[in-house]
């Protein structure tokens, strides 16, 4: 029996060493890959509410940056600002909450905080999109868009940012 555990022991040691040897391999086989589980996001969900601020109430972490494209994780509890980004294209992948997304239209008021970025007060002439958990968007460059949250809910969702050709 002794001799039995031991041997146990001993494949779990050598399989553990070698998942192990593949996770470094994998690594160095594999640069800029990144796999965030469910469970890693869902883990992100309170400290984003716990770290709101703004007239927005909005709290983000970018999780990578690769040059061409980069990733976050975002929370909102409050309307979002009317954005245009001219060398961007965006995806939202809904992981938790309910929010309207205005898209196309024409930005009222537009001022352009930083350079190929465009805000505004409003959006006139959009179309609304409901945004529930699993739902996926793409957002085109150079297209309007805004997230509205209702007071009292929160909306939280995976951003994917991808430079335009």
Not at 37 to 54: D, F, H, M
Request: charged content about 25%; some cysteine; hydrophobic content about 35%.
């Amino acid at each position: 029996m002794k001799k039995t555990a031991l041997a146990v022991v001993a494949i779990l040691c050598t399989l553990t060493v070698g998942a192990m040897t593949v996770a470094r391999q994998s690594k160095q086989s594999l640069p800029n890959f990144a796999h965030w589980t469910a469970k890693e996001l869902k883990g992100y969900e309170k400290p984003l509410r716990e770290q709101v601020s703004g007239p927005n109430k909005t709290s983000s972490v970018k999780l990578a940056d690769y040059g061409s494209s980069n990733v976050a994780i975002s929370h909102r509890e409050a309307y979002g600002i009317p954005e245009v980004h001219a060398h961007m294209d965006d995806y939202f992948v809904v992981e938790s909450g309910e929010a309207t997304l205005i898209v196309g239209g024409e930005v009222v008021n537009p001022k352009s905080p930083e350079p190929n970025e465009t805000r505004g007060d409003a959006i006139k002439g959009g179309e609304r999109k409901t945004l529930l958990p699993g739902d996926v968007v793409h957002i085109p460059t150079n297209m309007p868009h805004q997230l509205l949250v209702e007071k009292g809910k929160q909306f939280t969702y995976f951003v994917i940012k991808v430079k335009a050709k």
